[in-house]
Each structure stands twice: as C-alpha cells, then as structure tokens.
C-alpha cells in the first residue's frame, strides 16, 4: 500500500518537567519537543522527535533535527507516494540524523496503519496487552532526598528501579537503596557512559548488590573496552549509547561487549530498526528492554507497543506520563498493578488533545509535498 503526502507539520512544544532530572551529561528541568505531523490523502499520522535541546546524549539536539527534516529529509520523500518501507531506504544516504529520521518514518508509519485500521503494537508483533513498567530515577542532592523518591515510585507501583550514577555517585546511593527496599527489588544503575576503563575497580564494587544491569558504563564509541569491562564484573553490561543499529548489536553479542541490550527507537533511527534489533537479539538468547527519553503520550505510546514483542523479557522506561509531566498531550498514561496498557487503536492509538496542544506548541512551521 502506497500513501501520498500532501504535506507535514513540523510542531514545536514546551513541556515543563515536574521536577528536575539530572544525569551524568545534565539536568533536564522542561523538554522542546519536535513533533511530525504527516497529512495524506486518507488522514494524518503522529510522531515525537526525541532529541534533547543540547546535544549531550547524543549528538542530535532539537533544532538540528527540525532543520535537517526541513531541509534534506522531508524533500527526499518521493512524490509519488511511498510505503511502509520507502522512508527508510529513501533517507539512508543521509549520515546519521537517526533521531529525525525516526520521527519521520513513524509518522508515515502512524498515518499509513491508521488507514488500514491497524494498530502499532499489531503492526510491530506485540504478544502481550500490557507492559511492566520501571522508572528512571535521577542524581539526587542527596541519599536520604534519593531514598524519599524511590519509595514514592514504588509506592506507585513501578516494578524496576533505575538509578543514575557517576563519578562520586554511584556505590553509596546504590547500597543506600538496597539495604533499604531489600534484595527483592528489581533494581539496575545507568551511567551514562560516565566512566573509563580505569574505573573498573569502583564499577565492581556494585557487584555487591545484585543488580540487574549496569547500563552503558564507558564512552559510546569504545565497544572494545566493554568488552574487556565486562570481564571484570559479574553484574550484566547494558549497552545503549553504543548500539545505533542491528549491525551494532550483532557486533556488540558476537564481540562480548554486553549480555543486555537498551533499545531506544529513537537512537537506532526508528522502530522498523529497533523491531531488527530485538529479532536479532532473541535469536541469540539476549534480553533487551525499552529505554525511554521523557517522550509524552506521542512518544510512549509507540514505546509501550514496542515493548510488548516477546523479547522484551526486562521492565523497560516506559513510566506513566505523571512520572513527567502534569499534564500530559494525549489521554495520559496511568500505572495499574506496575504495568501500562497496550493501545489497541489504529496506528499509535493516541493522539494529541487539541485544546492541550495548542496551549503548549511554541511554533508551528507547514512544508507542502
């Protein structure tokens, strides 16, 4: 099936974060999200672009990905219509950019299973209707002030808890947590390739607290010396940063450098990559999770739908829309019994509440095809 553009919107929103989140590259206090907008002859399709407003995560930043969608990849669409598969091949010879060639290729693929009537989580190959959830946690002031904030979430319901370290903050919060909530809690770090090799010596001491995962300890573009990390250490290495595409992860399981695989759709340029990656994973007896990048509803909607592929055996980020925003653009997201529901409408299953939209959208810029 083929569907014809006749134009996008790309939207800018300001949404204020309910309270700061600080990892080891930054403190988040509000998110500039990109929104894609694709208009077709049969309807519209939604995406959320999400790149940060630095680049720190990664190298993409907000306005970069809306100039280069305005200026290379929106043009490079075909006039002609396009299917399901076109977008990807269509903006392959573009380097990099993953973050707005995702958004742009789920809100073709939104608008196109919207049409048929089918929904994302069908589309993708979900097994379950709903998805256990666990919650990041960010570098706090202070132990007691990180203790306080992991007892709300669990009191929440969230099943898995992630804590961010680095340098100065890692083992002391760590111990904190579990002498606390005790050795039943699924609990994992995330560093947020905050540390070197030379550090290996402080990271093993977290085997002590038999954690899930360590998620990606060293720089992004140093597989070698995760490999040689995850030698010295018995808690499982996650790699996130590191794995942009299935060629990465098959490099990453064949080479040793993780036993768990992160799997953010935005980072590995959408979620026809990020389905390759959990397929190329299962087949290898690796767990992958669903990490998250303070998305609202747009955003998690297609997360939690990912999610819910039968690989996906670890809790992954995809926490209720309170756990960010007071208010979320789309019907929110609400925990029950530690798990989110599958949408099971046609396409992402969601969509933005006009009246909320409007009042949080900054800037609104139309590119007719």
Same mark, same amino acid.
């Given at each position: 099936?083929?569907t014809?553009?006749?134009?996008?919107?790309?939207?800018?929103?300001a949404?204020?974060?309910?309270?700061p989140?600080r =990892?080891?590259?930054g403190?988040e206090?509000?998110?500039?999200v990109?929104?894609?907008?694709?208009?077709?002859?049969?309807?519209?399709?939604?995406?959320? +672009?999400? #790149?940060?407003?630095?680049?720190?995560? +990664?190298?993409?930043?907000v306005?970069?990905?809306?100039?280069?969608?305005?200026?290379?990849?929106?043009? #490079?669409?075909?006039?002609?219509?396009?299917?399901?598969? =076109?977008?990807?091949?269509?903006?392959q010879?573009?380097?990099?950019?993953?973050?707005?060639?995702?958004?742009?290729?789920?809100?073709?693929?939104?608008?196109?299973?919207?049409?048929?009537g089918?929904?994302?989580?069908?589309?993708l190959? %979900?097994?379950?209707?709903?998805? !256990?959830?666990?919650?990041s946690v960010g570098?706090?002031?202070?132990?007691?002030? @990180?203790?306080?904030a992991?007892?709300?979430?669990?009191?929440?319901?969230?099943?898995?808890?992630?804590?961010?370290?680095?340098?100065?903050?890692?083992?002391? !919060?760590?111990?904190?947590? &579990?002498?606390r909530?005790?050795?039943?809690? @699924?609990?994992?770090?995330d560093?947020?390739a905050?540390?070197?090799?030379? *550090? %290996?010596?402080?990271?093993?001491?977290? *085997?002590?607290? *038999?954690?899930?995962?360590?998620?990606?300890p060293?720089?992004?573009?140093?597989?070698?010396?995760?490999?040689?990390?995850?030698?010295l @250490?018995?808690?499982?290495? +996650?790699?996130d940063?590191?794995?942009?595409?299935?060629? *990465?992860?098959?490099a990453?399981?064949?080479?040793g450098? +993780?036993?768990?695989?992160?799997?953010?759709?935005?980072?590995?340029?959408?979620?026809?990559?990020a389905?390759?990656?959990?397929?190329?994973?299962?087949?290898?007896?690796?767990?992958?999770?669903?990490?998250?990048m303070?998305?609202?509803?747009?955003g &998690?909607?297609?997360?939690?739908a990912? %999610?819910? @592929?039968?690989?996906?055996?670890?809790?992954?980020?995809?926490?209720?829309?309170?756990?960010?925003? #007071?208010?979320?653009?789309t019907e929110?997201?609400?925990?029950a019994?530690?798990?989110?529901?599958?949408?099971?409408?046609?396409?992402?299953?969601?969509?933005?509440?006009?009246?909320?939209?409007?009042?949080?959208?900054t800037?609104?810029?139309?590119? %007719?095809?």
């Amino acid at each position: 099936m083929k569907t014809k553009i006749s134009g996008i919107e790309l939207r800018r929103i300001a949404m204020p974060l309910v309270a700061p989140f600080r =990892t080891s590259f930054g403190v988040e206090t509000s998110r500039d999200v990109l929104l894609v907008r694709v208009v077709t002859s049969d309807g519209e399709g939604w995406a959320e +672009c999400a #790149a940060m407003s630095e680049p720190r995560y +990664c190298s993409e930043y907000v306005d970069g990905a809306q100039d280069v969608l305005r200026k290379f990849l929106i043009p #490079a669409l075909p006039k002609d219509g396009l299917d399901l598969h =076109t977008v990807g091949r269509v903006l392959q010879p573009f380097t990099g950019h993953h973050m707005a060639k995702s958004a742009l290729e789920t809100a073709v693929l939104d608008a196109q299973l919207r049409s048929a009537g089918e929904s994302f989580g069908s589309y993708l190959g %979900a097994s379950r209707d709903r998805v !256990p959830c666990g919650v990041s946690v960010g570098i706090m002031d202070s132990v007691p002030e @990180l203790l306080d904030a992991v007892a709300g979430y669990l009191a929440e319901g969230y099943v898995r808890i992630k804590l961010k370290i680095e340098p100065g903050w890692d083992v002391e !919060p760590v111990r904190a947590v &579990r002498e606390r909530f005790g050795d039943d809690l @699924l609990l994992q770090v995330d560093a947020n390739a905050a540390y070197t090799l030379a *550090d %290996a010596r402080q990271l093993a001491k977290l *085997d002590d607290f *038999d954690l899930l995962l360590i998620e990606q300890p060293l720089p992004n573009d140093d597989m070698a010396q995760h490999v040689e990390l995850a030698k010295l @250490l018995r808690t499982p290495v +996650c790699l996130d940063e590191s794995i942009e595409s299935a060629a *990465d992860a098959a490099a990453a399981i064949s080479l040793g450098a +993780c036993s768990v695989i992160n799997i953010k759709p935005a980072r590995v340029g959408g979620y026809l990559e990020a389905r390759r990656i959990h397929d190329l994973a299962r087949a290898h007896g690796i767990p992958v999770w669903c990490g998250g990048m303070l998305e609202t509803g747009i955003g &998690r909607a297609a997360n939690v739908a990912l %999610a819910a @592929l039968p690989g996906f055996t670890l809790p992954g980020d995809t926490s209720g829309s309170r756990r960010y925003f #007071a208010t979320d653009i789309t019907e929110p997201f609400v925990l029950a019994d530690g798990h989110l529901q599958v949408p099971t409408g046609p396409g992402l299953g969601v969509e933005p509440l006009p009246d909320v939209l409007n009042e949080v959208t900054t800037s609104s810029e139309w590119i %007719a095809l």
